[in-house]
């Protein structure tokens, strides 16, 4: 079958954007690896958006939770994933979890019932020189396609343990005990400062030794990772002061809440977390240098005891995982073409978006101004206001490429409410906000 598209990978994501593109018209043929004779170390079978983790696409709350918006707003969109997992939904309280085989089956299904849309089994090695190709292949990117795409974006390799920091929310940090300032002031007030005396910093020390850690899958074993993002916990294995001279180092920041007459700038903390801007909004920061494989648990408890951290509420936990994405912000332009190739459009995880959902959004997205371009219209951008332009801006160009990491969908991406709303009300604020303003979008 001649067709307009070629969508490589049949996970969530491409199975999402032939949906998008069949539905409207288009020719699309899905090329997946699994079923070829070819499979990947994480997948069972060769079901098309196989769940190879958690049945899970966690909250269901589109009036209070950042998850839970996108489903809604997924749902707006005629999304085949959101379709199929009403149909497969099993009890899961406030959650939404799927019968992962019956999930598998209504979306292979629904698309089979397609005419439109021609499913091969093929592994495709290299990225097509010519014709509207949209790449979906996932953190699992076969290794030949993975170098045909450092070839084409510069990147020297994409397969590597990504070794992930924590990112906190700013307005859950305490800043009458942290205090903003670069080292030796000079860059102006850069990092966010969390200072330590000698007792709490063994205490954190001896916490990092402690902590349970996540084990490596068996094919991550052999996987390496980069020196220059070693876990703290290894690094704190190898010696006590080993991050007070490495990420921790405190000099050159006097702290001003430790002013005294004699000392009127402050003394040097024994130790310091600095914590630097993620997001142009300032709404998130990383904590530089933590990336780790403390199990999730281990790192909240852990990560509170350091002073002004104590109510932290995170946007991200840290991780050390074999990973296949793309720095996209650099990459990438605002409708996810390929800057240097503009005929290849990326989706789902390999753009760096994290989970199930935020991957079918991606590839969601992906269909539709694939589609747009196909019937001459100029796409209209999405409000970043919602949950789906949230996503799509962080992944494009908002995030700080050079701390680019995969990422839930998070209130911390979207633009601050009205700072006379409180707290305890904001989330609402911003899904009602989210809800009026994509309806706009949708109806204009």
């Known amino acids: 079958?001649?067709?307009?598209?070629?969508?490589?990978?049949?996970?969530?994501?491409?199975?999402?954007?032939?949906?998008?593109?069949?539905?409207?018209?288009?020719?699309?043929?899905?090329?997946?690896?699994?079923?070829?004779?070819?499979?990947?170390?994480?997948?069972?079978?060769?079901?098309?958006?196989?769940?190879?983790?958690?049945?899970?696409?966690?909250?269901?709350?589109?009036?209070?939770?950042?998850?839970?918006?996108?489903h809604h707003e997924m749902r707006q969109l005629d999304s085949l994933i959101m379709a199929a997992a009403e149909v497969a939904k099993v009890p899961a309280g406030s959650a939404l979890a799927v019968d992962r085989e019956v999930f598998s089956g209504e979306?292979?299904?629904?698309?089979?019932?397609?005419?439109?849309?021609?499913?091969?089994?093929?592994?495709?090695?290299?990225?097509?020189?010519?014709?509207?190709?949209?790449?979906?292949?996932?953190?699992?990117?076969?290794?030949?396609?993975?170098?045909?795409?450092?070839?084409?974006?510069?990147?020297?390799?994409?397969?590597?343990?990504?070794?992930?920091?924590?990112?906190?929310?700013?307005?859950?940090?305490?800043?009458?005990?942290?205090?903003?300032?670069?080292?030796?002031?000079?860059?102006?007030?850069?990092?966010?400062?969390?200072?330590?005396?000698?007792?709490?910093?063994?205490?954190?020390?001896?916490?990092?030794?402690?902590?349970?850690?996540?084990?490596?899958?068996?094919?991550?074993?052999?996987?390496?990772?980069?020196?220059?993002?070693?876990?703290?916990?290894?690094?704190?294995?190898?010696?006590?002061?080993?991050l007070r001279f490495g990420p921790m180092k405190p000099v050159g920041l006097d702290n001003p809440h430790w002013a005294t007459a004699e000392h009127p700038n402050g003394r040097w903390p024994y130790a310091v977390v600095q914590l630097r801007q993620d997001n142009k909004l300032g709404t998130l920061w990383n904590m530089v240098g933590f990336q780790t494989k403390l199990k999730y648990a281990e790192q909240v408890r852990l990560f509170r005891t350091i002073p002004g951290l104590e109510n932290a509420e995170f946007?991200?936990?840290?991780?050390?995982?074999?990973?296949?994405?793309?720095?996209?912000?650099?990459?990438?332009?605002?409708q996810l073409r390929l800057k240097s190739a503009p005929h290849i459009r990326f989706a789902g995880q390999i753009t760096g978006c994290e989970g199930y959902v935020e991957s079918s959004a991606i590839g969601l997205l992906a269909g539709l101004m694939t589609a747009s371009q196909l019937a001459g219209r100029d796409w209209q951008p999405l409000p970043r206001t919602c949950a789906l332009g949230a996503l799509l801006s962080h992944v494009t160009g908002d995030a700080e490429a050079e701390t680019y990491q995969p990422m839930n969908i998070n209130f911390g991406l979207f633009p601050p409410t009205d700072a006379e709303i409180k707290k305890k009300q904001r989330k609402a604020?911003?899904?009602?906000?989210?809800?009026?303003?994509?309806?706009?979008?949708?109806?204009?």
């Open 107 to 242: 979306v292979e299904a629904r698309l089979s019932a397609l005419p439109n849309v021609e499913v091969v089994r093929e592994r495709i090695d290299r990225l097509p020189p010519a014709g509207l190709t949209i790449v979906a292949t996932g953190p699992l990117t076969a290794a030949a396609l993975a170098e045909s795409i450092g070839a084409a974006t510069g990147a020297d390799s994409l397969a590597f343990f990504d070794a992930i920091a924590p990112i906190v929310h700013h307005d859950t940090i305490d800043m009458t005990v942290a205090w903003k300032a670069a080292r030796w002031d000079k860059g102006g007030k850069d990092y966010i400062n969390c200072p330590l005396n000698r007792e709490q910093y063994l205490a954190f020390h001896q916490g990092l030794m402690d902590g349970e850690k996540t084990e490596f899958r068996e094919w991550e074993e052999n996987t390496p990772y980069f020196e220059g993002c070693m876990p703290i916990e290894v690094m704190a294995a190898r010696g006590v002061d080993t």
């Open 429 to 444: 604020a911003y899904t009602e906000r989210a809800k009026r303003d994509l309806a706009a979008w949708l109806n204009p």
């Open 315 to 334: 946007a991200r936990l840290g991780g050390l995982h074999r990973n296949t994405f793309l720095n996209s912000p650099v990459l990438l332009d605002r």
């Open 1 to 70: 079958m001649a067709y307009d598209v070629h969508i490589i990978g049949g996970g969530m994501a491409g199975s999402e954007a032939a949906w998008q593109l069949a539905r409207r018209g288009y020719k699309v043929r899905l090329s997946e690896m699994r079923g070829s004779g070819d499979t990947t170390p994480a997948h069972q079978g060769t079901g098309l958006a196989e769940l190879v983790c958690s049945n899970s696409f966690r909250s269901d709350d589109h009036e209070n939770n950042a998850v839970g918006l996108l």
